[in-house]
């Protein structure tokens, strides 16, 4: 009997949340697929399995690891459902045509989001496109132990040029990244196309891989650091919300120079083949539940306001943790923007000899 | 004998499809630079001079060419005492000894990988050891398995004669085992030689990062810079290398037959 009305209760308490995506009927999606490409460690795998079984659906989820990477399969012709690219990506989507607008009947829970994404949606100031997923800076992960914490914080980037740290540093293999610290330490936009301003953060580069002799990685970084292998990594703020987390000893440094500050947001693209079940999918993941259970397992600052205060406020999972909530409104830290055609390949080219060196 | 023939043109087929045609798309890429209609193409040597003016390409194909070099030597080394041992069992034991060589090759070299990459994290290498260990490790079976090939057919009656006339083991060894081998060591060195300069996993796991192979800078080009054209003149750079050991190799091998 108990059982019974517990089962009622539930019912009672998932009928309104179903009925509140309006003019839309579950049944009309109950047995189809959803593809679902996404960064790696990004999710928690069971907010994906509750979705599937909430809406009677099949999700097929691929990872990717950047996105140059995701761009040329995306030009290549391949279809997803929902894919998550970073801010300067989806403007250039935007301009291509590669996407299309969300349903808003459907998607109708934008007031949850964050309001220090507010000035950061610049690439789709309206969300007629995009809804964000997570948000981070780029910042430096060190070790206090080896790295007093006035010492990194006085240094900020230019500790990548630091030859007491010679072979205990990992640098995020991306050349969009790395060139990103290599301007910022220079005092350059993170943005510039100026042939000489290019040419001396290649130099930058070049002489923090003579001097630094760094390990170049992607994602390995997050369980090296935690475990505490090397002194210092160039990391996103989730991750490092996640190393904090594991290792006490850890630090978050987000650089006085200024930093990138991006928004990987969930978009449709135009060939997308299920394309009312992503925009139900877009809703699911904003939604407070599922936030949290992402941004608990992964540790990136959620898009969701109310997820963020909680989980960042007193006796939440990230309390006291100073890599969770991304730095707002720090007049040197910038978006990316989408770079013109001719300049997409130039930093990746000019990255690959730094790192051949 | 003419039916025959007729039964292999679905294999002309499929080289035509899987071996011939992406050729001619790297073939055409390699010469091309982007921005070209489906119809008119500007032929170009750029990519090439591009290659060969840096440096930095320069000094990576080198390195990869070294370590290609060093791994078949180091497999040649290990590889052939291991065969001789193994040739030299009963039967029994020699069939058991074979399955055990090529057991590990039952596990995908990626896992493996990835194994060594745990062990070695221990230690305080340098990268290029690391990247060796890897690849002498991953490629000896091949090396052993040709080499024990030759040896095992190889006439017994050959070395009685050979102790007959008086020769000792060592001079037998030299005169009659070591030179009706070599045939086996130079497939052996094919077999290594050839994946080894190409190699990209090992390299990018072991290498903790700043050990970078030409397999590596295709990938690089192709993945994340998206300069097809580029990755593909370096493709083709590294397939004339590989014809031009192959062709060599095999002249040494008829070198040896007819002396």
């Known amino acids: 009997m108990k059982k019974i009305l517990a089962y009622l209760l539930v019912l009672c308490l998932a009928l309104p949340m179903m009925a509140s995506a309006q003019g839309f009927d579950p049944a009309e999606v109950a047995g189809t697929t959803l593809n679902v490409y996404n960064w790696g460690e990004y999710v928690d795998m069971s907010v994906i399995r509750d979705f599937e079984k909430e809406y009677n659906v099949r999700v097929n989820y691929k990872t990717y690891e950047s996105n140059e990477y995701l761009w040329l399969q995306l030009q290549s012709g391949d279809s997803w459902d929902i894919i998550v690219p970073s801010d ?43 809804v964000p997923y997570f948000w981070q800076t780029m910042g430096i992960v060190y070790d206090t132990t080896k790295i007093p914490e006035e010492e990194m914080e006085a240094q900020g980037w230019d500790a990548f040029q630091n030859p007491a740290y010679a072979g ?90 200024g930093t990138n500050i991006a928004v990987d947001a969930m978009v449709i693209p135009a060939n997308a083949k299920n394309p009312k079940l992503a925009n139900l999918f877009i809703r699911y993941m904003l939604e407070y539940e599922a936030s949290e259970a992402n941004s608990i397992e992964v540790g990136y600052a959620s898009a969701n306001g109310a997820v963020l205060e909680a989980l960042s406020g007193p006796g939440g999972e990230y309390e006291g943790n100073s890599a969770y909530v991304p730095r707002a409104g720090y007049a040197q830290d910038e978006t990316y923007v989408d770079l013109p055609s001719d300049w997409q390949a130039r930093q990746p080219d000019l990255w690959a000899k730094v790192m051949a060196e | 004998m003419k039916s025959f023939v007729r039964m292999s043109y679905p294999y002309l087929v499929w080289i035509a499809l899987f071996i011939v045609a992406p050729m001619f798309m790297i073939l055409l890429y390699a010469l091309t630079r982007s921005g070209n209609g489906t119809i008119t193409f500007k032929f170009t040597l750029e990519n090439f001079s591009r290659f060969f003016s840096d440096p930095t390409f320069l000094r990576v194909l080198w390195t990869s060419l070294r370590i290609a070099f060093l ?3 180091f497999c040649i080394l290990i590889g052939y005492p291991a065969a001789l041992f193994i040739a030299n069992l009963p039967e029994k034991r020699q069939t058991l000894m074979t399955l055990l060589l090529t057991l590990p090759m039952w596990i995908n070299m990626l896992l493996k990988t990835y194994a060594w990459r745990g062990i070695l994290m221990n230690f305080d290498l340098e990268s290029e050891i690391k990247v060796f260990i890897g690849m002498v490790y991953d490629f000896l079976p091949y090396m052993i398995l040709q080499i024990h090939t030759a040896i095992a057919k190889l006439d017994r009656n050959l070395l009685v004669a050979s102790y007959d006339l008086g020769a000792n083991k060592w001079k037998t060894f030299l005169k009659v085992t070591l030179p009706l081998s070599v045939p086996g060591i130079i497939s052996g060195i094919t077999l290594v030689f050839l994946p080894a300069v190409s190699s990209f996993v090992i390299p990018k796991l072991l290498g903790g990062g700043n050990y970078v192979l030409i397999g590596n800078l295709i990938e690089t080009y192709f993945l994340v810079a998206g300069d097809w054209n580029f990755g593909s003149a370096i493709s083709l750079i590294m397939a004339l290398i590989i014809i031009l050991s192959m062709y060599l190799t095999r002249k040494m091998d008829r070198s040896t037959e007819e002396a």
């Open chain 1, 168 to 257: 205990h540093a990992y640098m995020y293999d991306s050349s969009r990244d790395a060139f990103m610290i290599a301007e910022k330490a220079l005092g350059y936009s993170a943005n510039t196309t100026n042939e000489e301003e290019i040419l001396a953060a290649y130099e930058w580069l070049r002489n923090m891989h003579k001097v630094l002799r760094p390990s170049y990685v992607t994602d390995e970084v997050i369980d090296s650091m935690a475990e505490g292998l090397k002194w210092m990594a160039l990391v996103y703020s989730g991750d490092a919300t996640y190393i904090l987390s594991e290792n006490e000893d850890m630090a978050y440094c987000t650089p006085h120079q």
């Open chain 2, 71 to 73: 791994t078949t030597v």
């Open chain 1, 88 to 130: 300067y990506l989806i403007e250039r989507l935007i301009g291509a045509g590669m996407l299309q607008p969300l349903d808003k009947t459907i998607v109708d829970n934008l007031d949850q989001l964050a309001e220090g994404l507010q000035g950061l949606m610049t690439y789709d100031p309206d969300n007629t496109y995009s």
